[in-house]
């Protein structure tokens, strides 16, 4: 069983004042389009910012190692505006280097990763122009998985959400014209409006792609589906990957909020619904803890549930 730090590690900073913040370690860089428009970046201005955020996962792993984390989540910005810079990116041969050795690293300590791009990769939207740029999106990160030699498969994930409602067959046919490197890692996750589990299922059944169960999305979007039949049902589109799963919870105190308070992501973890939590147990899934706490989240959910990894 691995619980997952999403994006960020945690640690303290002593203010001014004495009193002690918990800040992201990992200083990723990012370029802004505006200004890339305008000229602003020379080339090996995004040359360094590459290799900057490369360098920062790279001193990541050991903390990884150190606390016992086995999954991690990447940042989608780790080659920011790589639309416009693939040539700067691709032609790197610095860059490409490291990102070997990152792959290694994760291999050889048996760290899954996977991704997360974000709400702009709509694959069954209306329009054929952003169902382009969301397919240039994920495959970015498939490129970026092939540099650090991952496996192709939804092992390690690029997982998105269904996107626009009610466009199942657009979904489908997006998926399947995907470049092979791209489709054998993505994964598709149950959202709180648009698309709830057994809509989730009809795209697995024509495309093979796994579903991320999202355990609190899936209160308030059940598509007409108990909890533990979503849990297992999805669980099966895995096959013989070990399934990954989501879970995060309302902040205490906000449990009887608005739907925007109520689907927000508490610091901590409070709650695991059973059949979850004894998944978890059993080592049967891997799951990103979607908490703001980050891996202070993570460790504080092992001691509160008494999980040991």
Same mark, same amino acid.
């Not at 069983?1 to 303290?12: A, G, H, K, N």
């Not at 192709?152 to 269904?162: D, L, M």
């Not at 199942?168 to 470049?179: D, G």
């Not at 308070?261 to 939590?277: F, G, L, T, V, W």
């Given at each position: ?12 900073r002593?203010?001014? !004042?004495?009193?002690?913040?918990y800040?992201?370690?990992? /200083? ?5 389009? &505006?200004?890339? $428009?305008?000229?602003?970046?020379? /080339? #090996?201005?995004?040359?360094q910012?590459?290799? %900057? ?14 606390a ?14 790589? #639309?416009?810079?693939? !040539?700067?990116?691709? %032609?790197?041969?610095?860059?490409? %280097? ?29 329009? !054929?122009?952003?169902?382009? *740029? ?14 650090? #030699?991952?496996d ?15 466009n ?12 092979e ?24 059944? @024509? ?6 169960? !999202?355990s609190?999305?899936?209160?308030? *979007?059940?598509? &007409? ?16 990957? @070990? ?7 309302? /902040?205490?105190?906000? /449990?009887?909020?608005?739907?925007t ?6 610091? %901590? ?9 004894q ?10 803890? #979607?908490?703001?706490? @980050? ?7 092992? $001691? ?6």
């Open positions: 069983m691995s619980l997952t730090v999403c994006c960020q590690w945690l640690e303290p002593t203010k001014r !004042d004495g009193s002690i913040v800040e992201n370690s990992i /200083e990723e860089k990012l370029l802004q389009l &505006g200004a890339f $428009k305008r000229g602003k970046y020379a /080339e #090996e201005q995004i040359k910012t590459y290799l %900057n955020n490369v360098n920062e996962l790279l001193k990541l792993v050991p903390k990884l190692n150190a016992n984390i086995k999954s991690f989540r990447m940042s989608s910005n780790v080659l920011p505006l790589f #639309e416009f810079c693939e !040539d700067i990116a691709k %032609n790197n041969i610095e860059l490409l %280097n490291k990102f070997k050795l990152l792959g290694k690293l994760f291999k050889d300590n048996n760290i899954r990763v996977s991704c997360h791009p974000g709400q702009f990769a709509v694959i069954s939207s209306d329009s !054929d122009d952003v169902i382009a *740029n969301s397919v240039k999106e994920l495959n970015y990160h498939a490129w970026m998985f092939d540099q650090m #030699e991952l192709r498969t939804p092992y390690y994930a690029i997982n998105i959400h269904g996107g626009k409602r009610g199942v067959e657009r979904a489908i046919n997006t998926i399947l014209a995907l470049p490197e791209t489709r054998s890692r993505l994964t598709l996750e149950n959202d709180e409006s648009s698309y709830s589990v057994p809509e989730l299922i009809k795209i697995h059944d @024509k495309t093979g792609t796994p579903i991320v169960w !999202d609190h999305h899936h209160t308030f *979007n059940t598509g &007409g589906m108990d909890i533990s039949t979503a849990c297992l049902e999805t669980m099966k589109t895995w096959g013989n990957i @070990k399934p990954l799963q989501h879970l995060s919870n309302t /902040e205490p105190g906000m /449990e009887n909020g608005s739907f308070e109520r689907r927000k992501h508490s610091y %901590n973890i409070h709650y695991i619904p059973e059949m979850q939590k998944l978890i147990l059993e080592n049967k899934i891997d799951v990103d803890v #979607e908490a703001k706490g @980050k891996n202070l989240a993570v460790l504080k959910m092992r $001691k509160d549930f008494y999980i040991i990894n």
